[in-house]
């Protein structure tokens, strides 16, 4: 798939009361057909290395059908997906039924506990709980089919009359087929249905959303000087390329949610570019998953070493992603975040 002449990333972000008069101006367009407006959009050239800052006005009643359905497809508003039209954020609360995942490794390694905490996320306010039996932290080593299901089946159907849609977070096919059958109704991969030939297909028949992430490597070696050349630009292409190959395998664009994997083969700078960029990334045409809570990153950022004590810089980051136009969060602290958003967006309307 030849990559794209220029990218489009939209710049002056803003929410509030004046998305809706500036849209209907046709002086600023929408993110996802959302609540975030954005005024200005920055042509990014990868040939020639260039870039130039147009108004949105500019760039809507250009006569270049390629600049003009590129901002399409920025602005369009998105299908909805498992129920959710992604008119207010939607928190996935992840639930690690592992003994060695990087923040809560075996906090919930069991049956019984995990499935209290499942519910507890859900009282918290979470409307998705990614159920994962597989460790994808940096240097994780890989484990069987069999061990996997043996840990999650059990915490499927041990909350599966929560009001939450569940997921199921793997890269195996035989995995992601029996969650299916234990009551899992979306597929979150790490590796964008490309660890096993056959992912895409099992996708396609069971005809479920799945959320596509960016990786780079193994979980084993993916942050050994990890290396792009831009890396919003390389990590745009690769989920790009992954959307098309999935359509081609028969799993529509309608079912697709891009995840851009913070701290998955990314250096700090990397994670940093991309958050910075997060608006970019509407082009692809389908809702964005973020994936920032208690991460490395952050401890950079502050200085804290312990991963469940970097709360409060989870959820400024998360709302960094929302002042972008991120639909889908995947966070530890739930009831915090579902706090902070009802904050920022009660606040945001009041904005004339």
Known sequence: MPLPDFYLKPLGLFTGLAVDVL???????????????FTHVELVSRKSGASAIKTYGHIAGSRDGLLTDALAQI????????????????????VNVTPDSFSDGGQFSDT?????????????????????????????????????????????????????????????????RAAVGAGAAMINDVTALSYQPDARETVASLGLPVVLMHSKGEPKTMQEK????DVCLDVYDALSEKIA???????????????????FGKTF??????LHGLAMFHGLGVPLMLGVSRKAFIGALTGENQADNRVVGSVAAALAGLQRG?????????RETAQAFAVWSGVEREVV
């Open 245 to 263: 190959a999935c359509e081609a395998a028969g799993i529509p664009r309608k079912l697709i949610i891009a995840d851009p994997g913070i701290g």
């Open 112 to 176: 019984a506990t995990a499935i209290r905490h499942g519910r507890k996320l859900v009282e918290d306010g979470a409307q998705i709980l990614d159920i994962g039996g597989e460790s994808t932290r940096p240097g994780s080593e890989p484990v069987s089919e069999a061990e996997e299901l043996n840990r999650i089946l059990p915490v499927l159907r041990g909350l599966g009359n929560e009001s939450a849609v569940l997921s199921c977070v793997t890269r195996k096919s035989a995995v992601m």
């Open 23 to 37: 849209n209907a101006k046709g002086e600023a367009g929408r993110l996802g057909g959302g609540a975030t407006g």
């Open 326 to 334: 991120v639909q889908v969060f995947r966070v530890h602290d739930v």
């Open 75 to 94: 602005e369009a508003r998105r299908a909805s997906v498992a129920g959710f039209d992604f008119s207010t954020p939607v928190i996935m609360g992840i």
């Open 269 to 274: 700078e990397h994670n940093l570019q991309l």
């Open 226 to 229: 990890p290396e792009y050349e």
